[in-house]
């Protein structure tokens, strides 16, 4: 077997430039004509595997084993980017699990089970607002009548959306039927600096950390910067402040290096230099592998949220978006994982960013493959992979693959 390093690094540079911002930075939302675009470039790979597409846009690439009725092998990742993102996030995953397929098969493997690459739908929330969408409704998170309630910053809805772009059918036929997999394995760039630090050339995941995201409206009164003595203010951003500090002191005094808590979004109005913030809505994530931690964690903040109001005169609502739980990997992919390294060096390691194998995990024994990614840099224009690392990283998932679908 022989991985193509030439043939990989070359469709990983044209699949770049299906973006709708210059290169280096990379741009594709989910059913816009751009991921169209390389969704049909990626199925134009794939002579000699049959193709299927699901309802919201899943797209299954199968090589038919010797005992097609047995449960696959599965892999693959997504190739959506978030606005100003990189190259490599998902699209290592989808390409180099389409390599691995192409080598093992011009190797002359003939697998026993079925290996399926699978290019999961928006596994970035970019555009309605929730991440893995794809894998969600595969493993039965999301159900039919999100079709409706799911929708863009336009008003569209998910079910309005994936019609116009040529995926129809019901939803309720999406979720995939009990024993579809026999194991899944996703390869995919770490997305924090540890391999990259460490020197350490591939890391097994054994852990995946799963995200709680919640909206945070904090009201208060405005008025006139200058007018408006301090000891009578209800400066709604400075209560979103002290919210966000202590939802870092929350993170920072878990006892754990796996908690981890972010106010990314804070929006103030009126946003006048002069004027008194009268309304805040902050937008949080917090996340951790032990969901008992991240859920003490939001009840800290939702304590500090009732202190705060209450020594500021300020009225707060809290609104749970999502609270997924976080996922352990299967021992059986792990091992796969693990004897497909060989002699290379590993690291057994948590994946603190959460991917569709979290999903898939709830449905099928799964486990993920991390590369490095040059100082743990990602979702940005200047995310790297090396073509070695891409190439080794491949290389593994490909001797993974066939001894489980051997199995």
């Known amino acids: 077997m022989e991985v193509n390093q030439a043939r990989l690094m070359a469709e990983l540079e044209r699949l770049s430039s299906f973006s709708e911002v210059p290169a280096p930075a990379v741009t594709r939302v989910v059913f816009t004509p751009t991921d169209l675009q390389a969704r049909a470039y990626l199925k134009s790979l794939c002579e000699g595997f049959t193709i299927r597409e699901d309802a919201v846009g899943n797209t299954f690439i199968r090589w038919v084993g010797a005992e097609p009725d047995l449960p696959a092998v599965g892999t693959g990742s997504h190739i959506d980017a978030i606005p100003n993102a990189g190259r490599y996030d998902g699209t290592v995953g989808v390409l180099g699990g389409l390599e691995a397929m192409r080598a093992l098969r011009e190797g002359g493997f003939k697998p026993r089970r079925s290996i399926e690459l699978v290019l999961f739908t928006s596994e970035e929330p970019t555009r309605f607002g929730i991440g893995c969408l794809g894998s969600r409704f595969l493993a039965g998170s999301l159900n039919a009548s999100d079709g409706d309630r799911l929708k863009d910053a336009n ?117 006048a230099v002069n004027s008194i913030p009268s309304r805040v809505e902050l937008s949080v994530d917090a996340r951790d592998i032990d969901i008992e931690r991240r859920d003490g964690m939001l009840n800290s903040l939702a304590a500090a949220c009732d202190q705060v109001a209450a020594a500021r005169g300020l009225r707060i609502t809290r609104e749970v978006l999502n609270a997924d739980a976080p996922a352990v990997c299967s021992p059986m992919v792990i091992e796969a994982l693990e004897r497909a390294c060989g002699l290379q060096k590993f690291d057994r390691m948590v994946s603190r960013a959460y991917h569709d194998s979290l999903f898939i995990s709830r449905v099928a024994p799964t486990a993920m493959l991390f590369i490095p990614c040059r100082a743990g840099v990602s979702h940005r224009p200047d995310e790297y992979s090396s073509p070695e690392d891409i190439t080794r990283g491949v290389e593994v998932l490909a001797k993974a693959l066939s001894y489980l679908a051997e199995a």
Request: proline share 7%; hydrophobic share 45%.
């Open 155 to 271: 008003q569209a809805t998910l079910n309005q959306v994936r019609v116009a772009a040529g995926f129809a059918g019901p939803l309720e036929d999406v979720p995939l039927k009990p024993g579809y997999y026999h194991a899944f394995a996703e390869l995919h760039i770490e997305q924090g600096p540890l391999l990259d630090m460490r020197g350490v050339p591939l890391g097994v995941v054994t852990a995946i950390a799963a995200p709680a995201s919640l909206r945070i409206t904090i009201e208060g009164e405005g008025g006139h910067a200058g007018a408006v003595l301090m000891p009578g203010r209800h400066d709604a951003f400075l209560g979103a402040a002290e919210i966000s500090l202590a939802l870092e002191a929350a993170a920072k005094s878990s006892g754990a290096i796996d908690t981890v808590a972010t106010t990314g979004i804070c929006n103030v109005f009126p946003g």
